[in-house]
């Protein structure tokens, strides 16, 4: 699992889930040399008894970040919109919804679909707004794929290490050692 990976795991579980790893599932689509299959990985499954979450997490943080065209499935090259067909490939992400729903017994108005970014390309208010409203627009499974950005989780990840209960969990154990060490405390404080 990825260290930003980890971090939603620990998000997803302060919201009662049941947390996987990636998951792939198989979509079979028309190319131009005929029907081809294809597996699609699903980076994290959530599961409680109410709601089937999958979620798609980019954190891009040693790179520009995430460019809505590529979210969007409208960028030049093709290759970029590739990264995001679990979220702009109708076909993907439909295929890969129903058939999470029903391998794991949920109905599809069950099961909702999550975007998890570390890093957003641009300014802040330029490529993060244009792909929340554009995940606003996409209705899959429960409703509109929710985005969800580093600072969100990081907020729900901070709680759960101010408990002093011990978890062997690398991502929590190593917000604690930052926060133990002062790390953690704004640069004024």
């Not at 930003?4 to 790893?21: D, I, K, N, P, W």
């Not at 005929?34 to 109410?50: F, M, T």
Request: neutral net charge; aromatic residues 8%; hydrophobic residues 45%.
């Amino acid at each position: 699992m990825e260290a930003f990976e980890s971090f939603v795991a620990l998000a997803l579980e302060t919201e009662g889930f049941v947390v996987s790893e990636a998951l792939k599932f198989s979509v079979t689509q028309q190319t131009t040399s005929g029907l081809q299959s294809h597996g699609y990985e699903v980076d994290l499954v959530g599961a409680r008894g109410d709601r089937l979450v999958l979620a798609s997490v980019k954190s891009y943080f040693g790179s520009k970040g995430v460019f809505a065209e590529h979210v969007a499935g409208v960028a030049a090259k093709p290759e970029h919109n590739k990264r995001y067909a679990l979220l702009n490939n109708p076909l993907v992400r439909d295929t890969v919804v129903n058939s999470a729903a029903e391998r794991f017994g949920y109905a599809v108005e069950q099961t909702e679909l999550r975007f998890y970014v570390g890093k957003f390309a641009g300014r802040p208010g330029t490529h993060d707004t244009r792909v929340r409203e554009w995940c606003a627009s996409q209705h899959v499974g429960a409703g509109p794929i929710k985005v969800i950005a580093v600072d969100e989780v990081v907020e729900k990840v901070r709680a759960i290490a101010t408990s002093t209960q011990y978890r062997d969990n690398a991502a929590l154990v190593a917000l604690k050692v930052l926060d133990a060490a002062g790390a953690l405390k704004a640069p004024n404080e």
